[in-house]
């Protein structure tokens, strides 16, 4: 199940809108920011139910 969310870069500042996907699980992976193309590492957290329960956003060089 993918779902939007709004990202914010951990580099710029700026916001973007992206998705994720909850039917992997629990996880972490790898974006560029739409704006200043860093590479930004997301964490996200899926519950028990299969929803999405938070997303945290970092640098990749932290």
Not at 21 to 48: K, L, N, T, W
Request: aromatic share 8%.
């Amino acid at each position: 199940m993918l779902e939007t969310i709004t990202a914010h870069c951990p580099y710029c500042g700026e916001a973007f809108e992206t998705m994720v996907d909850c039917s992997a699980g629990s996880h972490r992976y790898v974006e560029d920011c739409q704006i200043c193309c860093q590479p930004i590492e997301f964490h996200v957290e899926v519950d028990m139910d299969g929803e999405l329960a938070g997303v945290s956003f970092l640098r990749d060089d932290d």
